[in-house]
């Protein structure tokens, strides 16, 4: 039996992440925080109440407590209890900001000290109106209060033990609580069995309600945690629709061998545009780039694995699928290039692309330090590539692709010129090199 500070279970092949334990443990705290206002809140109100009504019609007050009240013996149950819970509300605070668990027995014992507060205040109702009419009045409802706030403990069993709590003290004190010198009739044993019973059905229907929130919680808090993880590994540039894809599939991360197309783009020139024009200039003219050429990846599958200054690597195959990523990879830098001269024929800072595309086997997955990884792909791919948009310089092209993507494009490639053999860095042998529009 685990309360919601203990440890949890939401998925049924795999224990939660830390970090998803974490923030529904906080979640959970700080639904406690609040079912403890609520009750601090509900007991002020009822003892500035209790003040008004004897204040305003004592006579009534006399003739229904038969003149035995005095207030100072139920403010005597009110005012300790309020400043335990604001004692409990101190030590859940400061678990939470510690980040720590309260031990599961703690929960219990401070259900049975609060769910045992009406029961004192009836047994002083007894003395003062008798048994028959102290249960007959509305001492026995403040139960329900308890109860009813349990279900922001979002534990069934902590709920229930509410319930049952309540029911036994209720039945105890109907049953067995007879003060000297008050005659009362015998107690009917059917009666305040049933009255009982509903207390215990209320607490196990909060507990049930307590569960359906929690299941919702974690439901919630899941999707947080998978969306920022997602968020952390790809960085923010990941498209709605690509975190979608991934949570769905539910794709690891792990390092393994993929085949993929990396694809280099790079503003040419950037850095002597940038040079005559403010960094406000400079940043809404790259940004505005950046979301023409983005969006047209996320249409071709593609995503933006990494922001490299005044330009970008992108990658189609990894890490989800995708069918021919080679030709994928060419739609897009086509379309882009496509984008930028529309772009550019409105702009006064016209910008040229350089566009490298290569496809091969390369490692991808997480890769980092233990504080923090990222997902990225390592390989002589992925140096070919970048080899090949640096080429643009010297022939003055745009888009340059790699023999294995004009082998892969087949009937598509268009208007593909050859540029030869071509001396690279970095490479023993001259590599062919193509050469699109």
Known sequence: MA??????????????????QRELTREMMRTELIRIKALIATTALLGIMLAAVYLLAPEAVSRVWHGNLRPAFLYAIIVPFILFEWWVHAAVSRHLTLDRDIPVIRQYIGALIETSIPTVALALHINSMGAVEALGFVTPMIYFIFIILSTLRLDFWLSTFTGVVAAVELFCMAVFYHPAGVIDPEPNLYYHAARSLILLVCGMLAGAVGMQLRRQFEASIMAATARDRITNLFGQ??????VERLMAEGKSTDSEIRRVAVMFVDFRSFTAGASTRTPREVVDRLDGAFATLVEI????GGI????LGDGFLALFGAPLDAPHPARHAVAAAREMLEANERVNRESSWPLRIGIGIHVGDVVAGNIGSARRKEYTVIGDTVNFAARLEA???EFNSQFLISSAVHEALGQERGDAKSLGEVAIRGYDRPMTVWQLG
Not at 237 to 242: D, E
């Open 3 to 20: 309360g919601f500070w203990g440890k949890k279970k939401v998925g049924q092949d795999a224990a939660v992440s830390a970090d998803f």
């Open 237 to 242: 540039h990941v498209s709605p629709q690509v």
């Open 297 to 300: 990846l996320d249409r071709h």
């Open 304 to 307: 933006v694995n990494k922001f």
């Open 391 to 393: 080429l643009n310089k």
